[in-house]
Every structure is written in C-alpha cells, then in structure tokens.
C-alpha cells in the first residue's frame, strides 16, 4: 500500500506508527513462533495489536520470474537471476526466499531469515523483559536521520539494498508443506514478477523515495534527500483495539518535523544472512509447532526453537538470569529431537 507523502510523490504506507511494546496474546508468548511453516519456526515479534510485527519474509518467488534491469531491457532467464543474486547454479534450487524493500505488507516489517535471528538476540531473552521494550514506528513520509560518522551533519539512513517484487494474490502457487501432514499451505501472499527498477540504485530509490524527494549528483554518485521529515514521538495517544482479547492499548501518536534543505543518505552495505539447518528425529516436535499451544517452556517445539536459536538463558542485561550451565542443560535437552 502506498500514500501521498504531502510533495507529490507516493510513498510505502506504515499501517501502524507510533510507539507500542512488543507483546504476546493469547497462548502465544513474546516470540510468536508460528505453526505456519511459510513463518519458518522463526519468531514474529509483534509490535501493535492488530498482528503486525517483525518477521522473517514469508514470501517466495520462482528464480526464473522476469525481471527489468532498465528501461526495456529484460532478463527472463534464470541464469542471469543466479549471477545478479550470487545464487549457486544448482539442480533443486528454484525458489527464492528474499525480502521485498518499500511496500509489501499491511503493515509487518520483513527481515532476511537469518537477519531476523539477530535483531531478535539483540533483545532480552525473556519474555518479561522483552514485553518491555518500545517499538516507535515513524510517520509514513518520515526518514531515520543520524549522524552516523560524527562529523556534526546528519544523515539520511539507507542500505544497499535494490530488490522488490509484485505480489500476486492468494493461491497463485503452493510453496510449502506442513512436514507431518504433506498438505500444502498457501500464504497469503506470493511473490510475482520483480519491479522494473529493482537491481538499479538510481531507479530504485526514486520510485521508493519519490522523484520529488531526492536529488542525485551524476559525478559523485551520492544521494540526497530534499527537506526531509522525522518522526517524534509522544505528543497524543490513540488506542488501539486488540483483535483478539477485545480490549485497548494506548499508542504514542508520532508527529512530523521537518528540516530545511539537502541531507545526504547514507547507505550501509547490506551483509548476506547466515543461517544453520537442524534436522528434526520426531514426529512430535512438528507436532507441537503446528498446535502453537503452550508456553516457551510447556511446548516442545518452540523450547526447541528457542534453545536452538539462543533466545534462552544468556541475554544482553546483567540483571537477567544467564547461566552457562542453565543453556547447556536446555541445549543437552533440544539435542535429542534432531540428527
């Protein structure tokens, strides 16, 4: 979904801004690890109460879907595909999994799989703590402006990142299946045919940017934004109703300011996931993924997932319980469900 950011340009729509903790509903706890296999086993970390949140991109394409390079040049075949993308030339690999920039949800924040781990072991291992931290969602037409080399400017922040797809609708084609049953589930969404300005940094941030909003200079190549805004946070609250408890939450409504002139960006190179695959021995363990039933600890499959993905014992607090020989014994535990 896009909206008018107020210069004429169209820009992604943030469904929910504001400032809200993450929390758990119902029989799920912070980490929201979904029975879903398209959601991976990975946690969703839910920021506002209409189930939106960080997650891994639940979306995939076929390698071999076309793609614009620039105006009227196409590549269709999957061997210019595999080379754009670094992707190995080999037999099985026909399904890409990557995250679309700009929009692509109703109002989630998508993440690369293995990138989703570390924004979530960044964040305090227990639910408790972790219900306390703040996600302040920005205005739609708003940027992050720091100054992030310390020379008393501050800067647009970006990555290098040039890569978005259409989406087609729901049952456009079955991707995966739930490993106990072998019946195919459909996510919502399933990427189409890539944008015509993805792979092209120029292209690409004047359609996510607007071409009103920035400003390229052909010599040095750097990018700057015209009369960015911000978000602030906390002047208004709004209320928010829970989906699925009916009740309400007040949310920090953000405010808009604006600066005056030419903000360069600044574009962090954008470092490939890494992720590390465990083969499950029991029946069980999908099992109980796939009930999503229980807590952390009373539900086998996500004591496994979290174990497994170092959420438990150790977090970055020093007032939280973190004992080597408390993850050791979680992990001796997990080991036994894989091979």
């Known amino acids: 979904q896009y909206v008018n950011d107020g210069e004429g340009n169209k820009v992604p729509r943030i469904q929910t801004p504001g400032a809200m903790t993450f929390h758990g509903r119902g029989h799920y706890d912070v980490d929201q690890i979904r029975g879903k296999t398209y959601y ?9 109460r209409l189930g939106n949140g960080y997650h891994n991109p639940a979306v995939s394409s076929r390698i071999e879907t076309k793609i614009t390079l620039a105006e009227g040049e196409h590549a269709g075949s999957i061997k210019r595909v595999r080379e754009l993308l670094n992707i190995p030339d080999e037999k099985g690999l026909v399904r890409l999994h990557v995250v679309a920039r700009g929009g692509v949800s109703s109002g989630c924040n998508r993440l690369a799989a293995g990138h989703m781990w570390e924004l979530r072991n960044i964040f305090p291992s227990s639910p408790k703590r972790m219900a306390q931290v703040k996600y302040r969602g920005s205005n739609s037409k708003d940027y992050d402006l720091f100054d992030i080399d310390g020379d008393g400017t501050l800067e647009v922040m970006g990555v290098k990142y040039y890569i978005a797809y259409s989406l087609a609708k729901a049952g456009a084609s079955t991707i995966f299946k739930d490993p106990t049953t072998g019946k195919a589930e459909v996510p919502k969404r399933n990427a189409g045919a890539y944008t015509g300005q993805s792979f092209n940094r120029v292209r690409f941030l004047t359609h ?8 390229l200079n052909s010599d040095t190549k750097v990018v700057s934004l015209i009369d960015p805004s911000y978000s602030l946070f906390g002047a208004k609250r709004v209320n928010q109703r829970d989906s699925y408890s009916r009740t309400r939450f007040a949310i920090d409504k953000p405010f808009s300011v604006s600066l005056k002139g030419e903000y360069k960006m600044y574009e962090q190179t954008y470092d490939q996931d890494k992720l590390q695959f465990y083969k499950m021995n029991k029946r069980s363990m999908f099992k109980s993924l796939a009930s999503e039933k229980g807590s952390d600890h009373t539900n086998q499959g996500k004591f496994f997932v979290r174990t497994l993905g170092r959420i438990v014992g150790c977090g970055p607090y020093t007032d939280e319980y973190c004992w080597e020989s408390s993850f050791d014994q979680e992990l001796k535990s997990s080991l036994s469900y894989v091979k």
């Open 208 to 215: 996510l940017l607007g071409a009103n909003q920035i400003k």
């Open 40 to 48: 991976a086993w990975i946690p969703k970390m839910n920021y506002d």
